[in-house]
């Protein structure tokens, strides 16, 4: 497991950021490594994407996957590595899922409450995502870790070239 955080540090880039993110990427991943049976991660809590939207993808960037989110994770706005309110799963051509990723969402209005810039994890600002994004959701801060499949695009990038929907 080391010798895939260090590979995933590499991703990163250069500089302090990465050297500090190899922790919580360590701690992340054994967090989750439970959690590579969807079954497993059912009794974790999470669940198939509420509003029907199974592997999410956008032509020409890759693919997120196929996301099971722990509903009462995401209204918290306390993030931790260990605590990933969703898990994301890359479908094989044969129907069977892969953990692939962990998501970190916070919703926005909750977060910008008490906050004045975007959650931090592994040493990197989330992203926003706005009202009206394809989800259907209010706005909210996201980013994603590639745990357990590499991502050419880097490993905090939304989109991952290998996932296939």
Avoid at 70 to 77: A, D, E, R, T
Avoid at 123 to 143: C, K, V, W
């Amino acid at each position: 497991m080391t010798a895939i955080c260090a590979a995933a540090v590499a991703a990163l880039g250069a500089g302090g950021t990465a050297a500090a993110a190899q922790p919580d990427i360590e701690a992340a991943r054994q967090a989750t490594a439970p959690l590579h049976d969807v079954s497993a991660a059912t009794d974790y809590g999470v669940f198939a994407d509420a509003a029907g939207i199974l592997c999410i993808d956008m032509l020409g960037e890759g693919g997120m996957g196929i996301h099971y989110v722990n509903g009462s994770l995401v209204g918290n706005p306390n993030e931790d590595v260990r605590h990933p309110e969703a898990l994301v799963y890359d479908p094989d051509p044969f129907g069977r899922l892969h953990l692939a990723a962990a998501e970190y969402i916070v919703d926005k209005a909750t977060w910008d409450a008490t906050h004045t810039g975007p959650p931090r994890l592994f040493g990197h600002d989330f992203f926003t995502i706005p009202d009206g994004n394809r989800f259907g959701l209010a706005a909210f801060y996201e980013i994603h870790a590639w745990l357990w499949k590499p991502n050419p695009s880097g490993f905090f990038n939304n989109w991952n070239p290998r996932v296939v929907c």
